[in-house]
């Protein structure tokens, strides 16, 4: 079932959506990659998507205001963030898992990827 779920990833950093995409299709997930919020949003895949991963510190359009947008549309993709900078660790959204700081263990994102898309189920 898993390689029918959906992971898009949000990133400005070239060489951390390789390494996700790449981790992502290993652990049997079909992935979307964007280089930034406004081309996820501009995008047909937006009902596609089971799971979002994003950056939360990106030019134009940060993870926040995003998440805010699809909120506003109607939207509500779980979430997980990753960022680079300490201070967004802490930052508590709803409908958003978890905000993992850079670099994180693999396993801990697909622990959160798997809560998330058990939640949605559940919902």
Do not use: W
């Amino acid at each position: 079932m898993q390689n029918t779920v959906v992971i898009a990833v949000v990133d400005d950093d070239k060489a951390i959506r390789s390494a996700l995409e790449s981790l992502l299709r290993a652990s049997g997930y079909r992935v979307q990659t964007y280089c930034a919020a406004r081309a996820f949003l501009d995008s047909t895949d937006l009902d596609q998507v089971d799971c979002l991963i994003s950056d939360i510190q990106m030019p134009g359009m940060s993870g926040l205001e995003l998440h805010e947008a699809l909120r506003t549309r109607g939207l509500r993709i779980p979430m997980i963030f990753v960022t680079a900078h300490p201070d967004d660790v802490n930052t508590r959204v709803p409908g958003v898992e978890a905000c993992l700081p850079k670099p994180f263990q693999a396993d801990d994102l697909l622990k959160h990827i798997d809560i998330a898309l058990n939640r949605t189920k559940s919902v």
